[in-house]
């Protein structure tokens, strides 16, 4: 992911596939409660993984453009890039949940600017 997308629907692609591996989301979980250092991201995920496997999911998670990092000293802290991944994650959870609960009911769009059409006005 070192390249830059040609197009908004490849940089979208990026985006999804970027966020496709269970590791990363619990990172942006993680993250969504403000910047940590690296080390206590790794403690924190609760999840067996070496932190060389996080150096490489995180790598990803900083090509697409979801996290930074700073420096704070020697340590590597990394943090959510706003709100707008906080919101794709509330929207995917909303979406899995009612996909794992077996419901049929249709969830309601998300709407917003840039969020799809407005809902047509009442005959």
């Given at each position: 992911?070192n390249r830059v997308?040609?197009?908004?629907?490849?940089?979208?692609?990026?985006?999804?596939?970027?966020?496709?591996?269970?590791?990363?989301?619990?990172?942006?979980?993680?993250?969504?409660?403000?910047?940590?250092?690296?080390?206590?991201?790794?403690?924190?995920?609760?999840?067996?993984?070496?932190?060389?496997?996080?150096?490489?999911?995180?790598?990803?998670?900083?090509?697409?453009?979801?996290?930074?990092?700073?420096?704070?000293?020697?340590?590597?802290?990394?943090?959510?890039?706003?709100?707008?991944?906080a919101e794709l994650?509330?929207?995917?959870?909303?979406?899995?949940?009612?996909?794992?609960?077996?419901?049929?009911?249709?969830?309601?769009?998300?709407?917003?600017?840039?969020?799809?059409?407005?809902?047509?006005?009442?005959?």
């Amino acid at each position: 992911m070192n390249r830059v997308p040609s197009s908004l629907r490849e940089a979208q692609a990026e985006l999804f596939q970027a966020l496709g591996h269970p590791v990363r989301v619990r990172v942006l979980e993680v993250l969504q409660d403000g910047p940590i250092p690296v080390q206590e991201l790794l403690a924190a995920l609760e999840l067996e993984i070496e932190s060389s496997e996080l150096a490489r999911q995180l790598a990803m998670l900083l090509g697409c453009g979801v996290v930074t990092v700073n420096r704070r000293g020697t340590a590597a802290v990394y943090e959510g890039a706003g709100e707008d991944v906080a919101e794709l994650l509330a929207v995917a959870r909303r979406i899995s949940s009612v996909r794992l609960s077996g419901l049929s009911e249709p969830l309601e769009p998300v709407r917003g600017p840039g969020r799809g059409a407005e809902p047509e006005p009442a005959p």
